[in-house]
């Protein structure tokens, strides 16, 4: 064996080396076959996944909620109002998650309004017009967040979630608001 020759099958073996250590680092984890598909849209656009056609209608932060006689709650409350619908069928259309997400913090949709838009059944080609609420760290009132909306399962595999982002510094602030029962009709 020649002292030339005998450099080939260490270079080889180290390209061999190097491109498993390029394979391994672009090879997406396991679980990342499973992983939702966000559909992101502007806030201000309408937003279409297997299960909901949505669009925000309207922002606000309130001091407290009230529900006509029924209900009502202090706090830092971000209520967003909703126009949703189903796409092609009324099987499991319906927003069974509704989350934001600020600064890497999951807020989850309240579910003490009695009037909330989640779970309320939706219909092919007829918006329901209705409202989340999310109960927020006090002085939790600036900076990014996402909406997310999503169907009926909490933790959505190969399924689609629709993300519309919001700037919390340009949301308008009241003192007190109102919450409506979910409505069938045009925003």
Same mark, same amino acid.
């Given at each position: 064996?020649?002292?030339?020759?005998? &450099?080939?099958? &260490?270079?080889?073996?180290?390209?061999?080396?190097?491109?498993?250590?390029?394979?391994?680092?672009?090879?997406?984890?396991?679980?990342?076959?499973?992983?939702?598909?966000?559909?992101?849209?502007?806030?201000?656009?309408?937003?279409?996944?297997?299960?909901?056609?949505?669009?925000?209608?309207?922002?606000?932060?309130?001091?407290?909620?009230? $529900?006509?006689? !029924?209900?009502?709650?202090?706090?830092? &409350?971000?209520?967003?109002?909703?126009?949703?619908?189903?796409?092609?069928?009324?099987?499991?259309?319906?927003?069974?998650?509704?989350?934001?997400?600020?600064?890497?913090?999951?807020?989850?949709?309240?579910?003490?309004?009695?009037?909330?838009?989640?779970?309320? !059944?939706?219909?092919?080609?007829?918006?329901?017009?209705?409202?989340?609420?999310?109960?927020?760290?006090?002085?939790?009132?600036?900076?990014?967040?996402?909406?997310?909306?999503?169907?009926?399962?909490?933790?959505?595999?190969?399924?689609?979630?629709?993300?519309?982002?919001?700037?919390?510094?340009? $949301?308008?602030?009241?003192?007190?608001?109102?919450?409506?029962?979910?409505?069938?009709?045009?925003?």
């Amino acid at each position: 064996m020649s002292a030339r020759g005998g &450099w080939v099958p &260490w270079v080889a073996g180290v390209a061999l080396v190097l491109a498993a250590g390029v394979v391994t680092a672009v090879t997406p984890p396991e679980d990342a076959l499973t992983d939702p598909f966000f559909t992101r849209v502007a806030v201000d656009d309408t937003a279409t996944s297997r299960t909901l056609i949505a669009a925000v209608q309207e922002t606000s932060f309130a001091d407290r909620l009230t $529900v006509a006689d !029924k209900w009502e709650a202090d706090g830092n &409350w971000l209520v967003i109002e909703l126009a949703v619908s189903a796409p092609t069928t009324e099987e499991d259309a319906v927003i069974g998650v509704a989350s934001l997400v600020v600064d890497g913090q999951v807020f989850l949709a309240s579910e003490r309004p009695p009037t909330s838009l989640l779970r309320a !059944k939706l219909r092919v080609g007829t918006d329901t017009v209705g409202t989340l609420a999310f109960e927020l760290p006090e002085g939790l009132r600036t900076g990014n967040g996402e909406l997310r909306l999503t169907g009926e399962y909490p933790t959505p595999r190969l399924d689609d979630v629709i993300t519309f982002p919001l700037s919390l510094d340009e $949301v308008p602030q009241e003192t007190d608001r109102e919450l409506d029962e979910p409505r069938l009709g045009a925003p």
